[in-house]
Every structure is written in structure tokens, then in C-alpha cells.
């Protein structure tokens, strides 16, 4: 990659040759287990040489190249997914009986929201708060926090993952 930075057109079409196997293996295990078929691995290894390419001079020379390169071709696989989406039908009909009072949802909703956020170190809790909760924007966050939006982001996804692991383990 540092050659072909430099200009070096065989050093990076090689390198584009040796990465393609690499990534098309990748994709289908990734893929394969959501139930994507081969040609969509094979969409997602263009996608992701593409990018590589249009991204190129992104990446720090000093710095290695595999992380770099892991970061484009999960998030190529991502968004794959994501394309596809997963939908499932379900009459509602089927939950009438389970389905709450609509009266009494929303103030035993925002008291359990309340609870959990508690859990949360203080600037998990103002971020999540703020963007999940009350709706505000990343930037308006960071602005009112005094935060970069980075750190906002990284403190949202850390919390917001918190709040998941605690769902998951407590009992109904």
C-alpha cells in the first residue's frame, strides 16, 4: 500500500489481487451465516475494493495496514446487512390479549428508563439522556456538554451497549 501511495500502479494493483481472495472468503463466512448468498459476497468485496481505492490516501503510512483494511471491509459488510434488513410480519391480532393498557405505558416507561439511566457513569447518562431520551442532535449535545462529537458518539455507543447487557441479563 505505501508503494502504491507513492505511485507504484503494479505494487498496488498486486495488492489489490492478493487482498481479493482475502476478502471474498470473508464475506461469504460473514455473509453466510446471515443467509446471504455468494453473489452477495461478491458484491460487498467490490464495494470494499472500491473504497479501498477511493480511500487510499486516508490511511497513515506509519500506522499497520490490517486494521485499516478490517474497518472498510466489516463496515462494507454492514451496510450488505443492513441493506437487506430483516423483516418479519406478525398480526398484532396474535398479541391482543399481552399487549399492555395504553394509559399506564408511558409514565411506567419513563420511570424505567429513569432507573436504568441511573445505572450509567454521569457522562454516559447526560449523553444517552440527551440523544436517546430528549431527542437532541449529536452536535447539539456535544455543544451543550462541552464535548467533541466523537466523544459523544463513543460515549452514546458505550452507554447505549450498557443499557443492552443489563436488559439482557435481568429477569422479566
Known sequence: MRAGNAGDAD??????????????????RGLGSAGMADTDA???????????????????A??????????????KM????????????????????VLADGA?????????????????????RSVVRAIAVEGESIGDTAARLKMTSGAVRVALHRGLAALARKFRTEEP
Request: glycine share 6%.
Open 62 to 75: 506509519e500506522a499497520p495496514f490490517g486494521p485499516w483494511l478490517r474497518a472498510i471491509a466489516r463496515h
Open 42 to 60: 461478491e458484491d460487498v468485496v467490490q464495494e470494499t475494493l472500491l473504497a479501498i481505492h477511493l480511500k487510499r490516501q486516508s490511511w497513515d
Open 11 to 28: 505494487s498496488y494493483r498486486r495488492l489489490l489481487v492478493q487482498l481479493t481472495p482475502v476478502l471474498r472468503a470473508a464475506a461469504r
Open 104 to 124: 399506564a405505558g408511558p409514565d411506567m416507561l419513563a420511570a424505567d428508563v429513569g432507573r436504568h439511566l441511573e445505572d450509567l457513569p454521569p457522562g454516559q
Open 78 to 97: 454492514i451496510d450488505a446487512l443492513r441493506r437487506r434488513g430483516r423483516r418479519i410480519n406478525v398480526s398484532i391480532d396474535d398479541f391482543s390479549e
